[in-house]
């Protein structure tokens, strides 16, 4: 089992400030709640979500095993007052942001005291009559929200594979990067207000499908035929520095509260025909669906390891020291109507990837943002772009599996796919760990396209 660490003391603070490692938890605490051994919500995870039963308010839990621990329930008893000023309020809101505004050092000192009093032999919660039984919800009678009020929201477009394969896809024969693709991260603003929580069903979204046919004037219009999905990985914001004050890439972690899954829905036909000259746009904005638990970067620092290596150097501002990756695991399954209607036969593995395949780091991402002096948000959402790897079974979406479909997939009953169908549900799934390290998991994040 893990140790993790009980309280924050004021070096770790300047330690984070500086953009240097802390010391990864060790590993042997127990806690006394109940935990499967395949969980991907053990102690030493401990992810933020906002949850909510039938006539009930909507108010912020921690997945502990097959659990929700109803943050507001311990905080109307006092037990969180020693970490966070105001907690009573913080933890009936039906969203993170009102924490996320408080900064990393409140952070740090919440997630000390809920490991403080999950940690076996702590009675704190167990010897008020009731309470645990009050607190610790199941999850199968919990709704789960989306859990913070988007901000803002910027998808990248930093996988060296992703970028790679669909140069070569829709630019033959020329070079397949951009000549600015190793100097930055580039991305570009989507739509905040069509972020979605997890389950919400996907429309299948119309547009202008291409150029004018041979001898036509007019581009046709009408549902999306190339539908796809995207598995990415966001990170979510506190408030920044002033405008006009850039964040180096060596404190940018400062500011990052936690990681989510992410799928990025994309119209490839609709975003072939409109992306020249400024980007993404209409081909990207009609959903992005994201998980319903956000894990704590405190969580995830024994899974750091090295990046791809970046060449040429990068300027300055960019430039990060030791392991700035993360080994977080990523599965996409997909499950077709016809596959549902027999038997529940179990989803077809589309793509199993990493996020340490990513070229930019989340810390170099929003370095460049701010670069100019913009200003960051409580509650911002930064998605990495698609996560690829170096093979055919680790794209990070169809465009690139089925070669923008010249190449499609003989699904194992039978169907193809090039692009997904109606009915199609698209499920991504992450988690750290394995080779003898626990397990800490993101859930899933799923949509079903409508039709």
């Not at 329930?73 to 039906?94: F, N």
């Not at 000192?109 to 076996?120: D, F, P, S, V």
């Not at 669909?166 to 024969?173: D, H």
């Not at 539908?227 to 920044?240: A, H, K, M, P």
Request: overall charge neutral; aromatic content about 8%.
């Amino acid at each position: 089992m893990w140790t993790v660490d009980r309280r924050r003391r004021p070096e770790e603070d300047a330690t984070e400030h500086s953009g240097e490692e802390r010391p990864a938890p060790a590993l042997h605490a127990q806690t006394w709640v109940p935990v499967p051994p395949a969980s991907d919500f053990p102690l030493v995870n401990l992810p933020y979500g906002v949850f909510t039963r039938r006539g009930e308010t909507p108010r912020l839990g921690v997945a502990i095993g097959d659990h929700v621990l109803d943050l507001k329930a311990l905080a109307s008893e006092g037990l969180l007052d020693s970490a966070l000023v105001g907690a009573r309020a913080v933890c009936a809101a039906p969203m993170l942001n009102p924490l996320l505004e408080r900064g990393r050092p409140a952070w740090g000192a919440l997630r000390a005291r809920l490991i403080e009093l999950l940690t076996e032999p702590n009675r704190e919660l167990r010897n008020r009559p009731g309470l645990a039984e009050q607190a610790l919800i199941p999850q199968a009678d919990a709704t789960l929200l989306l859990p913070f009020a988007v901000a803002d929201y910027v998808d990248f477009y930093s996988s060296l594979e992703h970028a790679t394969n669909l140069g070569r896809i829709f630019r033959p024969g020329a070079d397949p990067l951009p000549p600015n693709w190793r100097h930055l991260p580039a991305g570009y603003h989507g739509r905040s207000g069509t972020v979605v929580p997890s389950g919400t069903p996907i429309a299948r979204p119309q547009g202008q499908l291409g150029p004018p046919p041979p001898g036509g004037t007019r581009p046709a219009f009408g549902p999306t035929r190339k539908l796809d999905f995207e598995v990415e990985v966001g990170f979510i914001t506190g408030n920044g520095p002033p405008l006009g004050t850039p964040i180096p890439a060596k404190h940018a972690e400062t500011h990052i509260f936690g990681l989510v899954l992410v799928n990025d829905w994309s119209a490839r036909d609709i975003q072939a025909w409109e992306y020249q000259p400024l980007g993404p746009f209409l081909g990207k904005s009609f959903a992005t669906s994201v998980s319903p638990w956000v894990v704590p970067l405190d969580a995830l620092v024994p899974y750091r390891c090295p990046g791809p290596p970046q060449d040429p150097p990068v300027l300055d501002y960019l430039a990060v020291s030791g392991n700035r990756a993360i080994d977080l695991h990523l599965d996409v399954t997909l499950s077709t109507r016809a596959l549902r209607a027999n038997g529940g036969a179990e989803p077809l593995a589309l793509s199993r990837t990493n996020l340490r395949y990513l070229y930019w780091t989340p810390a170099q991402q929003l370095a460049h943002v701010t670069s100019n002096g913009a200003t960051i948000r409580a509650g911002d959402l930064y998605a990495s772009g698609t996560v690829s790897g170096p093979g055919p079974s680790s794209a990070g979406s169809l465009v690139e599996r089925t070669w923008n479909g010249e190449r499609p997939l003989l699904l194992t009953n039978g169907e193809t796919r090039a692009f997904l169908a109606d009915g199609d549900t698209v499920t991504v799934r992450g988690w750290c760990g394995g080779d003898g390290r626990p397990r800490i998991g993101f859930g899933a994040v799923s949509g079903t396209v409508m039709g």
